[in-house]
């Protein structure tokens, strides 16, 4: 019944049609969640995807913007005007036996109006409308790389997040194991102690031992609700309240047992696809439009044009109402402005470049560190295979000694101790491997394959 429960639940969650209302109603306190489910409810709801993914909206009507440009211009006039006076015409008339007189003839009144329609096109520009194009693409592809960047940030936090309450429910659990080991060894001082057989210094030594035990163990619990309220805050949506939903993990931490990724094929894959190198690559491609953008301003500008009034109140017949042609504007001087603009464009290429060479080098020793702590994990991971058999056997060695009188508690507790420290280290080289293998993914621009690792994983 809970089961079926729990995945009714996690089915609310996937629809987004769950409420707070809906939850708090069902009584349902624990909710099963794979990382590939919690996978799918980031990428639905966090609130940094959804914006970055408007400003590649932004970017996307951006480009489109600029096709526009290659587009002839149509437009309406309306056109009032008042002049201070009319528009006369005065002409000289001579008059035979009369002498000469002057006529005069209204051209324009004082008020009139006009509308009319128009088009221009700018045929040529000197390329920098191609320039422009250019750049709103190379944005759009910017701003893509941007979002993949984001999403593989938000991958490798919920991959800490998701194992983190793996691990932290696990150690959990080894600290309860602890816990009950060491309470028995209490038990088992007092009826020694009572019998004789050892001192009550070796039972106190127990005693506070146990009370240690059970702080570290309580203190465990509350790490757990910690972790968890990390994984929901990255998970979470608006239409979905988990106040009171407790996640339960079921994809375990895992280790690859068979490894065996080429570190340079590895290197060469993130040089191609790492995000951030793929925004220098299309910033460059920005900085070169703005050059050429910048040396078409040394161009004429070529438009074509054409008129037309169909209305108009009151307008001087001898105003024509139509006219086609076409202009060339040809700037000469502006004061070095535009010299010093392609100076300044020219400079920030080679910027950009420093940066693309300087981010490659970091890219590589990166991919190199991260492959070679991937290694130092997997070999701690093997190291306390052995470790583990080592320290259960002293614990079983410690255990009977002491229950024969030979020996003390301290050697009981310490050996407990010491399984409890290789059983921890254990779980924290298989978190810190997960973790690390899906930083050096990210390094590679490739997260999504994460998921393949884990559905593929073999399990701890």
Same mark, same amino acid.
């Given at each position: 019944?809970?089961?079926?429960?729990?995945?009714?639940?996690?089915?609310?969650?996937?629809?987004?049609?769950?409420?707070?209302?809906?939850?708090?109603?069902?009584?349902?306190?624990?909710?099963?969640?794979?990382?590939?489910?919690?996978?799918?409810?980031?990428?639905?709801?966090?609130?940094?995807?959804?914006?970055?993914?408007?400003?590649?909206?932004?970017?996307?009507?951006?480009?489109?913007?600029?096709?526009?440009?290659?587009?002839?211009?149509?437009?309406?006039?309306?056109?009032?005007?008042?002049?201070?006076?009319?528009?006369?015409?005065?002409?000289?008339?001579?008059?035979?036996?009369?002498?000469?007189?002057?006529?005069?003839?209204?051209?324009?009144?004082?008020?009139?109006?006009?509308?009319?329609?128009?088009?221009?096109?700018?045929?040529?520009?000197?390329?920098?409308?191609?320039?422009?194009?250019?750049?709103?693409?190379?944005?759009?592809?910017?701003?893509?790389?941007?979002?993949?960047?984001?999403?593989?940030?938000?991958?490798?936090?919920?991959?800490?997040?998701?194992?983190?309450?793996?691990?932290?429910?696990?150690?959990?659990?080894?600290?309860?194991?602890?816990?009950?080991?060491?309470?028995?060894?209490?038990?088992?001082?007092?009826?020694?102690?009572?019998?004789?057989?050892?001192?009550?210094?070796?039972?106190?030594?127990?005693?506070?031992?146990?009370?240690?035990?059970?702080?570290?163990?309580?203190?465990?619990?509350?790490?757990?609700?910690?972790?968890?309220?990390?994984?929901?805050?990255?998970?979470?949506?608006?239409?979905?309240?988990?106040?009171?939903?407790?996640?339960?993990?079921?994809?375990?931490?895992?280790?690859?047992?068979?490894?065996?990724?080429?570190?340079?094929?590895?290197?060469?894959?993130?040089?191609?696809?790492?995000?951030?190198?793929?925004?220098?690559?299309?910033?460059?491609?920005?900085?070169?439009?703005?050059?050429?953008?910048?040396?078409?301003?040394?161009?004429?500008?070529?438009?074509?044009?054409?008129?037309?009034?169909?209305?108009?109140?009151?307008?001087?017949?001898?105003?024509?109402?139509?006219?086609?042609?076409?202009?060339?504007?040809?700037?000469?001087?502006?004061?070095? /402005?535009?010299?010093?603009?392609? #100076?300044?464009? @020219?400079?920030?290429?080679?910027?950009?470049?420093?940066? !693309? +060479?300087? =981010? %490659?080098?970091?890219?590589?020793?990166?991919?190199? /560190?991260?492959?070679?702590?991937? #290694?130092?994990? @997997?070999?701690?991971?093997?190291?306390?295979?052995?470790? !583990? +058999?080592? =320290? %259960?056997?002293?614990?079983?060695?410690?255990?009977?000694?002491?229950?024969?009188?030979?020996?003390?508690?301290?050697?009981?507790?310490?050996?407990?101790?010491?399984?409890?420290?290789?059983?921890?280290?254990?779980?924290?080289?298989?978190?810190?491997?997960?973790?690390?293998?899906?930083?050096?993914?990210?390094?590679?621009?490739?997260?999504?394959?994460?998921?393949?690792?884990?559905?593929?994983?073999?399990?701890?």
């Amino acid at each position: 019944m809970k089961k079926i429960i729990s995945i009714f639940i996690c089915l609310l969650l996937f629809s987004n049609v769950a409420n707070s209302t809906e939850l708090d109603k069902s009584k349902v306190s624990n909710v099963e969640l794979s990382f590939e489910q919690a996978y799918q409810l980031m990428l639905e709801n966090n609130n940094s995807l959804k914006a970055y993914n408007e400003a590649t909206e932004v970017s996307k009507f951006e480009k489109r913007a600029t096709l526009g440009e290659f587009s002839p211009k149509l437009f309406l006039n309306a056109t009032y005007i008042h002049f201070s006076d009319e528009m006369q015409l005065h002409t000289p008339v001579s008059i035979p036996n009369m002498g000469s007189m002057i006529t005069t003839s209204t051209i324009q009144e004082q008020n009139l109006f006009a509308a009319g329609a128009g088009v221009v096109w700018n045929v040529f520009t000197g390329g920098k409308l191609l320039s422009n194009h250019a750049a709103a693409r190379a944005k759009l592809e910017a701003s893509n790389a941007k979002y993949k960047e984001i999403k593989d940030d938000l991958t490798l936090e919920l991959v800490k997040r998701y194992y983190g309450l793996s691990l932290a429910r696990e150690v959990s659990d080894a600290k309860k194991q602890y816990m009950d080991d060491v309470a028995k060894h209490l038990s088992d001082a007092k009826k020694l102690e009572k019998e004789g057989v050892i001192s009550k210094s070796e039972r106190l030594h127990a005693t506070v031992a146990y009370a240690q035990a059970k702080k570290d163990y309580q203190a465990s619990l509350r790490d757990i609700n910690i972790v968890e309220e990390g994984l929901k805050t990255l998970i979470k949506s608006d239409s979905a309240n988990l106040k009171n939903v407790h996640v339960d993990t079921v994809s375990n931490l895992f280790m690859l047992n068979n490894f065996s990724a080429d570190e340079e094929a590895m290197r060469n894959n993130a040089l191609k696809n790492n995000p951030k190198l793929k925004q220098l690559e299309q910033k460059r491609k920005v900085m070169n439009a703005k050059y050429h953008a910048q040396t078409a301003d040394f161009m004429p500008t070529i438009s074509l044009f054409a008129t037309d009034i169909f209305a108009k109140s009151k307008l001087s017949e001898a105003v024509p109402t139509a006219s086609v042609g076409g202009m060339a504007n040809w700037m000469l001087f502006d004061g070095f /402005k535009r010299e010093n603009k392609v #100076l300044a464009a @020219k400079h920030e290429r080679k910027m950009v470049d420093y940066e !693309i +060479e300087d =981010a %490659k080098y970091n890219i590589e020793t990166l991919v190199t /560190k991260q492959y070679q702590e991937l #290694l130092k994990q @997997k070999e701690n991971y093997e190291s306390t295979k052995a470790s !583990i +058999e080592n =320290a %259960k056997e002293a614990l079983r060695v410690a255990s009977l000694s002491f229950k024969e009188g030979y020996g003390t508690s301290l050697q009981v507790t310490d050996a407990q101790t010491m399984l409890l420290k290789v059983q921890t280290e254990q779980l924290n080289s298989i978190y810190n491997f997960d973790v690390t293998l899906t930083d050096l993914l990210k390094t590679n621009g490739d997260t999504n394959a994460i998921l393949n690792y884990i559905s593929t994983n073999v399990k701890k």
